[in-house]
């Protein structure tokens, strides 16, 4: 009696590497991933750059508001740490103890102090890597009036501060404005490049209304 042999089971493997069509759906899966991190990234610049908007300088813009409102009195208008001193409707670049002072004898508050422990600088890296802090000051000018001054601002967030405030990036019109040079207050500028570093005599002002 013959026995019937059983047929084995036997594995074949394909050899061939991959087509072009699946090579080149990875390609795009890859590029959909990159694009995803990198929108994902500008998503959480842009939501810091109005958020140091919101709680920095719109806070020190309504802060003065709220102090005229109270007093009939420009805030910094004085630099001494009360309601004294010789007035005369112009911000004098008050220190950092002045303007708490002044907010503090009225009964208002300052923006707070963020990582710097300042209530006057904020700190902001941009898309370079670089860390800058920000310091604003009260200040006057013939031509601008008063406004607040923002040194060592990063050229991108000068620009979204811009688009947020004026509804355009321009630096030469508008009440957010970009001054090449600080001792030629009426000499407004275009922003310069993102990617460059803020010039150490550059500055970006926000004119106030009274």
């Not at 908007?53 to 709220?66: C, L, M, P, Q």
């Not at 923002?150 to 404005?177: C, H, K, Q, S, Y």
Request: glycine fraction near 12%; hydrophobic fraction near 35%.
């Amino acid at each position: 009696m013959k026995k019937k042999k059983g047929k084995g089971i036997r594995l074949i493997i394909n050899n061939q590497g991959f087509t072009l069509i699946e090579m080149a759906i990875v390609l795009i899966i890859i590029g959909i991933i990159i694009g995803a991190v990198v929108k994902g990234k500008d998503l959480v610049r842009s939501a810091e750059q109005k958020r140091l908007y919101s709680k920095f300088i719109n806070s020190w813009e309504v802060a003065y508001s709220a102090y005229y409102d109270r007093t009939g009195r420009i805030l910094g208008d004085t630099a001494t740490n009360d309601n004294s001193g010789t007035r005369d409707g112009h911000c004098s670049n008050p220190s950092e103890a002045n303007l708490n002072g002044q907010l503090t004898m009225v009964g208002l508050e300052h923006p707070g102090g963020g990582p710097t422990g300042s209530i006057i600088s904020r700190t902001y890296t941009d898309s370079q890597g670089r860390s800058n802090t920000i310091t604003v000051t009260f200040r006057y000018d013939a031509a601008q009036g008063n406004f607040i001054r923002m040194d060592l601002v990063p050229n991108e967030l000068g620009m979204a501060w811009d688009r947020i405030i004026d509804g355009e990036m321009d630096g030469t019109t508008g009440d957010f404005l970009y001054i090449p040079n600080t001792t030629a207050m009426g000499t407004e500028n275009d922003w310069p490049s993102a990617v460059d570093n803020p010039v150490g005599t550059s500055c970006a002002i926000l004119k106030l209304s009274f």
